[in-house]
């Protein structure tokens, strides 16, 4: 039997972790079973359980990793406003819209989180906490908490944008939506 170091079970976890949460954005929770998550990890099924207690504790370390990589994607960004509007006109976006996998979990994952366990809703609770509170620290550095009302309508309407415009069969209407999002999150910014 081979043993690995401890540092290759961690990296065999992340890859795990990571291309579970393209699996689940792009094909939902539901429909992705243990053996497609294994399958995109290049690994077989028995090594799920060397990582994993189940798909559930598999389900709440990919939401919480998703929405730390999403806020870390803030970092990126131009400080202040101008990095909000940026990021409101990426977000808000076809090509976000049409690559779901490699998007915002909340859009692609929010209707099934919503049907997980305790340590997923937590996870998904914590993960979206800090997303609107980096959004409030934006629109108003110096009292943030003034801002955490219009953080909170401004995250929530930019997801539930980006859901209508994913679930429309007219790209037409479908760009329109996401149009009309841009201009009311920009809304919110003034």
Do not use: W
């Not at 919480?64 to 994607?73: C, G, K």
């Not at 692609?108 to 979206?128: M, P, S, V």
């Not at 007219?170 to 841009?182: I, K, S, T």
Request: charged share 30%.
């Amino acid at each position: 039997m081979v043993r690995y170091a401890k540092e290759h079970k961690q990296v065999t976890r992340e890859r795990i972790i990571e291309k579970a949460g393209q699996r689940f954005k792009q094909d939902g929770i539901d429909g992705s079973g243990i053996s497609t998550l294994m399958s995109d990890a290049s690994l077989t099924n028995g090594a799920f359980y060397a990582h994993f207690a189940s798909k559930d504790d598999l389900v709440a370390h990919v939401v919480a990793d998703q929405l730390r990589t999403q806020i870390a994607r803030y970092d990126t960004l131009r400080p202040g406003r101008p990095g909000l509007e940026d990021f409101i006109h990426e977000y808000l976006s076809p090509e976000h819209r049409d690559h779901p996998g490699v998007g915002c979990p909340s859009a692609a994952l929010l209707d099934e989180i919503g049907r997980c366990g305790d340590e997923t809703k937590q996870a998904y609770t914590d993960g979206a906490r800090n997303i609107v509170d980096e959004i409030a620290a934006r629109l108003a550095p110096e009292d943030p908490r003034s801002a955490r009302g219009t953080a909170i309508g401004l995250f929530t309407m930019m997801v539930g944008t980006l859901q209508l415009s994913r679930a429309l069969a007219d790209e037409e209407f479908a760009d329109e939506v996401l149009e009309r999002g841009v201009e009311n999150a920009l809304a919110f910014l003034r």
